[in-house]
């Protein structure tokens, strides 16, 4: 095949467009050929085929004929985006080398895992952990801090993946990604980093001086995301570098209620020794003890108690929680809080 660099297959290559191929025409692509699914028909030039399926060389020979190496398919995708989503560097740094602008966003894409809106090919490349077209596109210059449409950046989406290598590679980069930015629902590379529980990009962001007490919308931080999914180790890395461990959400929960609310143990003893208040209590008058008591969690139960937790405050039902662990059936609570 002509995109795969053989011999005869570049002179196949160069007959066609010396005989006057329209090097730019959107071709129409249908059925299992599409490289995304989609309910409608997709078209794309010859630059975007290579750009996947191609080499360095083919992009070389189609940009020698005049081939624009920025267009857009029906998907907004640019050939520079298609290759670095691909991992295909011989593709990115041809392209780079023969002009293709390094910034140009895509527009809305349906990819396997959602719809992208404004991506650079910078973005492509940190999402999917490609750090060689990545290495490419930022020594050809490319915004680091980039954003997409929902405001997204390369270090949140290589955060958000668990790349330990990539965040790296865009935290010591010059200059470096702002560590601080903020997605349209409030979202730092730290907040998402912590809720899908990468410790290493955690501790790489603290070291690079991310705020561990910036909060999304409705004032979730990032120990609050932390507890509320169990990731005990990133509590850990986050109490040491200084989260306020009574911070509270919207709805007045704090990380000690949704770590005992969600039986997480080995996130609720780090909060204790850190002095978290086990008597804070929600706007319904909740408290980490009351949340324990109707799930059931004995352990919790116990510690708490153990570190102080009053077990004669009420809710604004009027309830303590012996009264609520009775109500849920939890007998082992209902044993624990009334010896």
Known sequence: MF?????????DLLLLLRLGSDINGLVKTSGLEKPLPSDGPFFEAAIHLAAREGSGETVWILSAFGAALSIRDTNGMTALAWASRDDRADVV?????????????????????????????AMFASACGSRAPLKILLAAGANINAASRSRVTALMLASEKGSLATVSMLLQAAPGADVNASDSGGMTALLTASKRGHVGVVRSLVEHHANVNASAHG??????????????????TLLSAGAQVDASNIGRETALMLASRWGFLDV???????????????????????????NGHAEIVRLLVAAGADTKQTNTEGKTALEIATGSRKWQVVSLLSA
Do not use: C, H, I, Y
Request: hydrophobic share 45%; glycine share 10%; no cysteine.
């Open 93 to 121: 740094a041809a392209l780079v080398e023969r002009g293709a602008s390094v910034d140009r966003p895509t527009g809305e894409v349906r990819l396997e895992w959602g719809v992208v809106r404004g991506w650079t090919p």
């Open 3 to 11: 995109l795969q660099g053989s011999e005869s297959g570049r002179q």
């Open 219 to 236: 004032r979730w931080t990032a120990l609050m995301l932390a507890a509320r999914v169990g990731r005990s180790e990133v509590v850990q």
């Open 268 to 294: 609720v003893k780090p909060l204790l020794a850190s002095k978290a208040s086990v008597n804070a209590s929600t706007w319904r008058g909740w408290t980490a003890l009351m949340f324990a008591s109707r």
